[in-house]
């Protein structure tokens, strides 16, 4: 099979774009106009992008309407599939994909937490290796993700190992692609602050960078009212500070997503409502994140040379912003910094103090899953006695209306304990084997760079039996 033949002249620049379109179906409101309008914006910005990362686009219909209206500058694009409903993940691109993947994270959510959906959805990170030039060389390989959503604040998030396990995973997936000397992009809704554990751990372990840090290393590391915010001792940040300097993409006064119910009714009746970028944003962060790398042997043939957000403009008849995130795009650059100073005075996580983060966090979850199996499978033991009890009393009962109630009530127990006995036997078995081969891949990294000793100094007094000796 023959691929598409490159462009004849590699470019010099190469503009990046990411966005959560919020485009979930029979759930987020107005969805096809509002994709609808994102394609119009992303086919008449400027610079046009050459790269276009888009999360939460569940629906084909909505894909193939923003390809079609982008399909002039951006020709080249891929809808990726995966899970029950699929995973919200398409590649927009102005050259050839030359070859294609869908990597599922190994831990994602858990089913019994039907409302969240993201164990449903099959998230994962969209591969795309992109050539953009004739040399062997001349490749980006762009990975685009969405990780699962934080439902409580960090450390107390009951998802956070989870997340840590999937910010793992894609750090080798970018760690590997620069290894082959490609350009590499990470970009897509992380669902982490900056300078977090998972931040860290992408930045640590894969040799890229945040882009937004690389220009604004002084930009907030959350929400006015995060501790790791309030540690710093600033002021409450204006709306606008929060877009320009902060790269809030998401919780802004600007997306009238965030506004209040009576608000948002005003919007919807017509009414247009108007924020001042000097209105103090406490709540505004950056979730969405672009992270570059120029590969190994190459980092100093390109650099960042600008990073904004957008996205920020209202739907022209409904009113209403695009989505209920901001975009985040990116330029880089081919000629590299200067001199190696320069370059390694870009802000970098230190790995070799992550493991004593990760390990008390696997071992804490593996801890609590192990004790919620075994209430699940005490369940079904003793749903199964339960039921048969009533099979056995609808056998000696004198009326017929006893021998009803005690037949629905066996079905519905019986099928209860039935859900949470393949929930605790087969799901929960099988997260566990996850985190115990992300337990090895952690341990084994820093063993092989020699650090096994201080780490175990570091992390004494924390039980190591939760998931090595599981089996």
Known sequence: ????????????????????????????????????????????????????????????????????STRHILPHAKFYH??????????LSAYPIIASTMYRYSLNGRPTAFYRGDWFVGKGVACASIRFGAGAKEVLEVFCTHLHAPYEKEPHDSYLCHRTAQAWEIAKLLRGAAERGHLVVGLGDFNMLPLSLAHRLIEGFAPVRDVWRVLYPESALGAAGDEAEKARGRSVPTAGECVRENGATCDS????????????????????????????????????????????????????????????????????????????????????LEDAKEADALPRAEDRTLLPSILPLIHTYTSRQLLQRRFMLAHFLVAVFVSI?????????????????????????????????????????????????????????????????????????????????LF
């Open 1 to 68: 099979m023959s691929h598409p033949t490159p462009p004849p002249s590699p470019p010099q620049k190469l503009h990046l774009l990411t966005l959560n379109c919020w485009g979930l179906k029979y759930i987020s409101t107005s969805r096809s106009a509002r994709l609808s309008q994102i394609g119009h914006e992303i086919a008449t910005t400027q610079p046009a992008p050459h790269i276009v990362a888009l999360q939460e686009c569940w629906t084909h219909a909505d894909y193939l309407s923003i390809h079609a």
């Open 82 to 91: 995966s899970g029950i409903f699929g995973s919200g993940l398409v590649i």
């Open 253 to 336: 006064v600007l997306n009238s997503w965030r506004w209040r119910k009576g608000d948002r009714k005003r919007l919807r009746k017509g009414e247009r409502i108007n924020v001042d970028d000097k209105t103090e944003d406490p709540n505004a962060k950056r979730l969405d994140y672009i992270f570059f790398g120029p590969g190994s042997g190459r980092e100093r043939e390109w650099r960042v040379e600008t990073s904004r957000v957008g996205m920020m403009l209202r739907h022209p008849t409904l009113g209403c912003s695009l989505s209920d995130h901001f975009s985040v795009a990116a330029t880089i650059v081919r000629g590299g």
């Open 389 to 469: 009890s009533c099979l056995v009393g609808i056998w000696w009962s004198p009326y017929t209306y006893v021998s009803f109630i005690l037949a629905l009530f066996s079905t519905l127990n019986l099928s209860a304990g039935v859900v949470d006995g393949l929930i605790g036997g087969l799901f929960i078995g099988s997260e566990l084997r996850a985190l115990k081969e992300f337990e090895w891949e952690v341990w084994n990294a820093f063993e092989v760079e020699g650090n096994q000793e201080s780490v175990s100094a570091q992390v004494k007094g924390v039980s190591t039996d939760g998931v090595r000796d």
